[in-house]
């Protein structure tokens, strides 16, 4: 049984990090305020089997090593402390650019935006981090069953990111709109977003 801080941990990591700019947040708002909802939808699709590779690779590898290894997730929860503070770094130094600023792309098929989808996911550094050196710190070895443990932290990740990036791609031509006539709510939300990863950053070094 998965403690219910356990979840709410990966809940509060998983929307700081998909509320933070990156590549998979990039490619799906371009996609849909280039190409419209539906190019960004099945775009969506590619980044969730992205996903799904990562949680069957990294939860079969890792219930094996955490077993044997049981002091590696002292070390894994420092790295990924380091690597929420660095997050939080980039999205709060000064000159970053919008991702909802509007980009000019060429229109692609469906099965092109899907496969696009997937590797902008499988070769985002954000995302392996976060099933390797993040989510696994929230497993406790004293209640049984890494893998299942594992298995289900990581599908509540994938829940939270794909509801906040549906989100994202229904309402990305307005909000890049909106934006654009605002700039200063582009300043609010990243400091509200870097704020909040390296609060979660601390919180977790010293848990």
């Known amino acids: 049984m998965i403690e219910q801080s356990a979840v709410l941990g990966v809940v509060s990591v998983a929307l700081g990090m ?98 696009m989808g997937l590797m902008t996911n499988l070769l985002n550094p954000k995302i392996a981090l976060l099933y390797v050196a993040i989510i696994p710190q929230f497993i406790d070895l004293d209640r049984g069953n890494i893998l299942l443990q594992g298995i289900t932290l990581g599908c509540v990740q994938i829940a939270v990111a794909l509801l906040v990036n549906l989100s994202i791609v229904l309402a990305a031509g307005g909000i890049a709109g909106f934006l654009s006539a605002h700039p200063s709510w582009l300043r609010i939300q990243r400091l509200t977003m870097g704020s909040l990863l390296a609060v979660l950053a601390v919180t977790l070094a010293f848990t």
Request: hydrophobic content about 55%; glycine content about 10%; charged content about 10%.
């Open 18 to 115: 998909v509320l933070s700019p990156g590549p998979n947040m990039m490619y799906l708002v371009s996609r849909s305020t280039s190409q419209g909802r539906r190019a960004g939808i099945i775009s969506l699709g590619g980044v969730a089997a992205g996903f799904l590779v990562y949680l069957v690779a990294a939860n079969l590898g890792l219930a094996v090593l955490f077993s044997a290894i049981p002091e590696l997730l002292t070390a894994i929860r420092i790295a990924g402390a380091l690597y929420l503070l660095w997050l939080a770094w980039k999205t709060l130094k000064p000159g970053g650019a919008s991702v909802f600023a509007t980009r000019e792309v060429p229109p692609d098929s469906p099965l092109r935006l899907f496969m």
